[in-house]
């Protein structure tokens, strides 16, 4: 913890006094343009890829970036999509994949996870993604591959969300999908043409 609570001391000492306006006008006001879904991997940080300023993201992060379809019945992923689009009014929403991802490398090489079951039943949520790439051979253009194909997979999960659907139809909302080049800090854009995405849009 040592590191955290320097970094917290500094962070009140030589960052937020600069801040101290926004701060002070985000005390009173949420209104974030973007709903950013990213990936939980420590690499992988949504406000500095995008320089954003505090306010400016609602973030979702999951292993491996996965958005479970829609199922009626609360849970995590689902209430704060739904509160960033219905309450929240975002305008954008990202699903960021990266590269050297452990989820998707998991499923690429299909490594045993008998050891966390848990996290084996939550990569089901990227069944599809599967599916499209299961005939490449294992390696790392089949992890680059699946990335991919899971960052669509996951938006087409995504527009599942009633709010989504609902913000999608009103033309509210634009999605994106985005891979993050750990090694170049590279971001690439997909594209989203001829995708259910893009259909729902
Ligand atoms: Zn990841």
Known sequence: MQDLTEGVARFQREVFPAKAG??????????????????????????????????ELFVIRTAGNLVPAYTPG???????????VSVLGVSDIVICGH??????????????LT?????AEWLRHADAAVARTAGMAAGPEKVG?????????????????????RALAEKKVTL????FDIPTGRVEALDLTGTGAALAA
Do not use: K
């Not at 050891?115 to 996290?119: D, F, L, M, S």
């Not at 591959?145 to 659907?165: E, I, K, W």
């Not at 994106?176 to 891979?179: A, E, Q």
């Open 74 to 84: 609360a849970n995590g992923v689902t209430a704060s999509i739904e509160y960033a």
């Open 145 to 165: 591959a699946l990335v991919r194909q899971n960052v669509y997979a996951q938006l087409t999960n995504l527009t599942t969300h009633p709010s989504v659907a």
């Open 176 to 179: 994106h999908g985005w891979v």
């Open 99 to 112: 590269s050297a991802c452990g989820a998707m490398t998991a499923l690429a090489e299909d490594q045993d």
């Open 22 to 55: 926004l701060f002070t006008h985000l005390a009173a006001n949420h209104t974030p343009h973007t709903l950013f879904i990213g990936c939980s991997d420590a690499r992988v940080v949504p406000e500095l890829i995008t320089q954003g300023e505090p306010g």
């Open 115 to 119: 050891g966390a079951p848990t996290v």
